[in-house]
């Protein structure tokens, strides 16, 4: 079952704006995407992107953008070392955007054309993602020369795995994205499915929260014992412990072991532009790792759970456009609180945590 795209939804790309966080990184897209010399656009916090791979492998992301006029780099060519331009033939490094040619300048000329630089952001693979580190408006090529913060990446806890990859455009802002991942009492009327759990099993729930570096830490618990995934890693009888961190500015991972088993995934919610995000989801797993069909079943349940989300948020997006009031309530909603105060310090660049230590909350799921 595809996952439904904000337009055949009929709901317009037009909602309440978010404030974004600049200077980390962001997925853009699958670097199974990066073909030979091909070039590939995405869109990140409202900055329109060309992505390719080099010859010699490396992932590079410039501004779709030609610093001589402006036409979308993507228009022109890319040979695997340098990309040009449709409109005057430019040349750039990619990885620097560094021009190396520009084929008009005669012997007259003094111009310099390697003083001449295309605006291109750092860009890592990892976990078959091309993250994407954004800077500020204003702060442009700065970011090549400032140390960076470390690229995220899933964890794993051996060298043999299976991995799994979803995604899904939502028709909201990047702040209702994420405080819709981290809710806990949604889950019942919006996943409610045969094979996850019924309305009938909601009960009261209590939740060990700790502060984490610009983030929060769910503690390890042994998880609810009527969902499904969790039966299935209880099979091998062993006390299965669960970690779900969130962190700043979009991430959240949850860590599930029992013994020398274990499921990780990373979870983002990336603002597309400042009222449009995309759910992305990686992750991997040494359960069953010799099962074939494993991977295949993983990603049936997954990309379903994803949809009933999406689904959930393309009606909550009708909402939204009305612009109505809203409010967050205690305890259920209180993960949302910290996150818009966790925010709300980065953005203001100062070190404040809304949690003073570890706290219980307490709801029905
Ligand atoms: S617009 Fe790109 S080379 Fe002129
Ligand atoms: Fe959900």
């Known amino acids: 079952m595809p996952l439904l795209t904000t337009t055949e939804a009929g709901v317009p790309i037009q909602g309440p704006s978010a404030t974004l966080i600049y200077d980390d990184w962001y997925p853009a897209l699958r670097t199974d995407q990066l073909l030979k010399g091909k070039l590939v656009t995405a869109m990140l916090l409202g900055i329109p992107l ?50 190396e040619l520009i084929p008009s300048l005669s012997t007259h000329d003094h111009l310099d054309a390697t003083k001449i630089y295309a605006s291109a952001y750092p860009c890592e693979e990892r976990d078959g993602h091309a993250w994407v580190y954004v800077p500020g408006p204003g702060s442009g090529k700065r970011a090549q020369g400032v140390e960076l913060r470390p690229v995220p990446e899933l964890a794993k806890f051996g060298p043999r795995y299976r991995t799994a990859f979803l995604t899904a455009d939502l028709p909201c802002n990047v702040d209702h994205g994420i405080i819709g991942l981290m809710d806990p009492a949604h889950g019942p009327f919006v996943h409610q499915a045969w094979w996850w759990r019924s309305r009938a099993s909601i009960r009261e729930k209590t939740k060990k929260f700790e502060p984490i570096a610009e983030g929060f830490r769910m503690s390890a618990h042994a998880p609810s014992a009527n969902s499904a995934p969790y039966k299935l890693l209880g099979v091998y009888g062993q006390p299965v412990e669960t970690t779900i961190d969130f962190v700043l500015p979009n991430r959240r991972t949850e860590i599930i ?22 759910i992305d989801v990686i992750a991997a797993w040494n359960v069953f790792y010799w099962v074939p069909f ?36 205690d305890d259920a909603d209180k993960p949302a609180k910290w996150y818009f105060a966790l925010k709300q310090a980065r953005l203001d660049g100062i070190e404040k945590h809304p949690m003073d230590g570890p706290v219980e909350l307490h709801w029905r799921s």
């Open 50 to 99: 060309v992505l390719g791979r080099r010859h010699d492998g490396r992932v590079f992301a410039m501004r779709d953008s030609c610093p001589h006029r402006g036409i979308p780099l993507s228009y022109g060519w890319f040979d695997g070392n340098h990309v040009t331009c449709r409109y005057h033939g430019w040349e750039f490094e990619p990885c620097s955007g560094r021009c």
């Open 257 to 278: 072991r029992a013994g020398d088993k274990w499921f990780s995934s990373l979870t983002t919610v990336t603002p597309v532009t400042a009222s449009t995000c995309r």
């Open 294 to 329: 494993l991977t295949p079943i993983a990603k049936f349940f997954g990309a379903k759970f994803v949809r009933q989300d999406q689904e959930t948020m393309i009606q909550q997006a009708e909402g939204l456009r009305h612009n109505p009031s809203l409010m967050l309530i």
